[in-house]
């Protein structure tokens, strides 16, 4: 169990330019969550996967938001046309079909733009 | 829609006070409760968890929590707590779809 990676760690990127996060789940995990947190607040829901299949996304995540899970392994969150209130920390979280086990979160990507 | 409140935003307590952070949800469905931790420049980490069974739940560190249905609560406590407790505390609530509603946190600092 090597934990949930997150790349990058930290992302400057001027307003709107697009930008692009990875994260690697623990492997015998088979779903994949997306959250955003912003000073002061908890992690938001964005939308999540069950392997490859995105099963939900938040009204929170607009149409400059996307997100895919290639054959049910890592995920990338794509950010088009970056604005200034898309600035915070996403995390990738990864949990297995028992639920009981909680869920395991990535360090996270702080975005800040600029 | 499921939610959850935290009134305490920031607590100070010296070393060995008694810890008590308040944690209220709102869900119809059954209810599966978590308390998470983040420790400065660390990743949420998980406390302890309220599936069923036993209200009152253990988890690391020395830390407790019990489900009360009656008041929609699930308060985390802590006997004595110590400097390396500074960090901050997250309340969540599970909903069916296994999507995890956290509330704002609690930032507690401990003094020596």
């Known amino acids: 169990d090597t934990g949930v990676s997150q790349d990058p760690r930290h992302k400057i990127t001027k307003r709107g330019q697009n930008v692009t996060f990875r994260c690697d789940p623990i492997s015998e995990h088979n779903r994949l969550y997306w959250y955003r947190q912003t000073l002061g607040q908890g992690p938001e829901f964005l939308t999540y996967f069950q392997n490859e299949a995105q099963l939900e996304k938040s009204r929170l995540l607009s149409d400059r938001f996307s997100a895919e899970r290639p054959k049910g392994s890592f995920s990338t969150l794509e950010i088009q046309r970056t604005e200034q209130g898309d600035s915070a920390m996403y995390l990738c979280?990864?949990?297995?079909?028992?639920?009981?086990?909680?869920?395991?979160f990535g360090s996270g990507t702080r975005l800040t733009v600029v | 829609a499921q939610s959850v409140s935290q009134h305490n935003h920031h607590v100070i307590l010296s070393e060995a006070a008694s810890l008590e952070l308040g944690c209220n949800y709102s869900?119809?469905?059954?209810?599966?409760l978590f308390w998470y931790v983040q420790y400065p420049g660390q990743h949420l980490q998980l406390l302890l968890k309220?599936?069923?069974?036993?209200?009152l739940v253990k988890g690391i560190k020395g830390f407790e929590a019990e489900f009360i249905k009656s008041k929609f609560s699930f308060n985390l406590r802590k006997p004595s707590v110590q400097w390396s407790d500074t960090a901050e505390y997250f309340c969540a609530v599970l909903d069916t779809a296994s999507k995890l509603t956290f509330g704002t946190g609690t930032r507690l600092q401990v003094t020596l």
């Open positions: 309220y599936f069923s069974g036993d209200p």
């Open positions: 869900y119809g469905g059954t209810v599966n």
């Open positions: 979280a990864s949990t297995s079909w028992d639920r009981g086990r909680g869920y395991t």
